[in-house]
Antibody
Framework: QVQLQQWGAGLLKPSETLSLTCGVVGESFGSYYWSWIRQSPGKGLEWIGE???????SSNPSLKSRVTISVDTSKSQFSLKLTSVTAADTAVYFC????????????WGQGALVTVSS | EIVLTQSPGTLSLTPGERATLSCRAS???????LAWYQQKSGQAPRLLIYRASTRASGIPDRFSGSGSGTDFTLTISGLEPEDFAVYFCQQSVNSPFTFGGGTKVEIK
C-alpha cells in the first residue's frame, strides 16, 4: 500500500518562503511522477507542479517564477518551495502520485494547511 | 489553459437515486484525459475514474464515467450514504492540469 506523508511549516508571514516535503512509502519511487496540488476556497483545486526521480520538472505558469520542486530519491522524498508568499497562497497543500504519467492522481498525502498572515 | 465547468453546483438527492454530474471542457480533450474525484470534508480527493470511463482500483461499479471531446458525465447509479460528497473533474491533456469547480451531492 502506497502512503504519502507530508510535513512543513503551517504559518507564514507575507514575503516568506513556503517549504513542504512529502515522503513516499511502499512503492517504487522512481517509477512515477510526483505532484503538488493546493486547494483554497477562492481558487479551488490548483495543480502546482510535478517532478520525477531524475529531477525533471513541470510547473503551473501561474506560479512558475516562485516555485521550486526538488527530489531526494535516496529518501523517497520530494519537496516544494514557494517564495514570496502572500495571503493568496493560503491553502491546503497536497502531495500526490501521478498514476501512470497520465496526469491523474491515485494516491494523495493527508494535506497540510498553510496560512499566510501578518 | 483548459477551463472545466461542472454542473450543477449542488445536487440534492435521496439515497438510492441516480446522480448525473456534468463536466464541460473549454477545448477538446484528446485521448479523453479526464478524471473524476470524490472528496469528503477534511480529506484528500479520491480518484474514481480516469481516461473518462475507466474505474480506478477498488472503486464500486455504481460509479461510471462517459463522454468524449468536451462533454463528460459521471453517473452514480444508486446513491449510497457514503457517496454524499463533493466531486471534481480534472483534465491532463494539457499542462497546466486543471480541475473543475466541483459538484456537491447532498442529501435531500
Amino acid at each position: 500500500q502506497v502512503q504519502l506523508q507530508q510535513w512543513g511549516a503551517g504559518l507564514l508571514k507575507p514575503s516568506e518562503t513556503l517549504s513542504l516535503t512529502c515522503g513516499v512509502v511502499g512503492e517504487s519511487f522512481g517509477s512515477y511522477y510526483w505532484s503538488w496540488i493546493r486547494q483554497s476556497p477562492g481558487k479551488g483545486l490548483e495543480w502546482i507542479g510535478e517532478i520525477n526521480h531524475s529531477g525533471s520538472t513541470s510547473s503551473n505558469p501561474s506560479l512558475k517564477s516562485r516555485v521550486t520542486i526538488s527530489v531526494d530519491t535516496s529518501k523517497s522524498q520530494f519537496s516544494l518551495k514557494l517564495t514570496s508568499v502572500t495571503a493568496a497562497d493560503t491553502a491546503v497543500y497536497f502531495c500526490a502520485r501521478d498514476r501512470a504519467a497520465a496526469g491523474d492522481f491515485d494516491y494523495w498525502g493527508q494535506g497540510a494547511l498553510v496560512t499566510v498572515s501578518s | 489553459e483548459i477551463v472545466l465547468t461542472q454542473s450543477p453546483g449542488t445536487l440534492s438527492l435521496t439515497p438510492g437515486e441516480r446522480a448525473t454530474l456534468s463536466c464541460r471542457a473549454s477545448q477538446t480533450l484528446g485521448g479523453n484525459y479526464l478524471a473524476w474525484y470524490q472528496q469528503k470534508s477534511g480529506q484528500a480527493p479520491r480518484l474514481l475514474i480516469y481516461r473518462a470511463s475507466t474505474r480506478a482500483s477498488g472503486i464500486p461499479d455504481r460509479f461510471s464515467g462517459s463522454g468524449s471531446g468536451t462533454d463528460f458525465t459521471l453517473t452514480i447509479s444508486g446513491l449510497e450514504p457514503e457517496d454524499f460528497a463533493v466531486y471534481f473533474c480534472q483534465q491532463s491533456v494539457n499542462s497546466p492540469f486543471t480541475f473543475g469547480g466541483g459538484t456537491k451531492v447532498e442529501i435531500k
